[in-house]
């Protein structure tokens, strides 16, 4: 059974950073991308970022572009999200999702999700 289990998140001030980890188990990934997703309340979940996890190829929306950075480390099986410069817009539940490209943004095409964390950004 695929386990997607998220860390890191919690309260920071406007301009601080936060990294989350999703810590993958229960298949291999390495044929994968694994993706971050958020959703704010009232607001549909939307793409964040991804990475390949064989060649480490990586996109981002363009709303967090030299601000986040994706990147995985395959020994631990785990994917991280480094936020930097972060605003109050970028207040969500995060989730962490395995799909079958990077290049894929929409929440139907990754098929296996974790149970999201919380970050919140006060001004």
């Known amino acids: 059974q695929v386990q997607l289990v998220e860390s890191g998140g919690g309260l920071v001030q406007a301009g601080g950073s936060l990294r989350l980890s999703c810590a993958a188990s229960?298949?291999?990934?390495?044929?994968?991308?694994m993706g971050w997703f958020r959703q704010a309340p009232g607001k549909e979940r939307e793409f964040v970022a991804a990475?390949?996890?064989?060649?480490?190829?990586?996109n981002y929306a363009d709303s967090v572009k030299g601000r986040f950075t994706i990147s995985r480390d395959s020994a631990k099986n785990t994917v991280y999200l480094q936020m930097n410069s972060l605003k109050p817009e970028d207040t969500a539940a995060y989730y962490c999702?395995?799909?079958?490209?990077?290049?894929?943004?929409?929440?139907?095409?990754?098929?296996?999700w974790g149970q999201g964390t919380q970050v919140t950004v006060s001004s």
């Open positions: 990475i390949s996890w064989s060649r480490g190829s990586t």
């Open positions: 229960g298949r291999t990934f390495s044929n994968y991308a």
């Open positions: 999702a395995g799909g079958r490209s990077p290049f894929y943004e929409m929440p139907r095409d990754y098929n296996y």
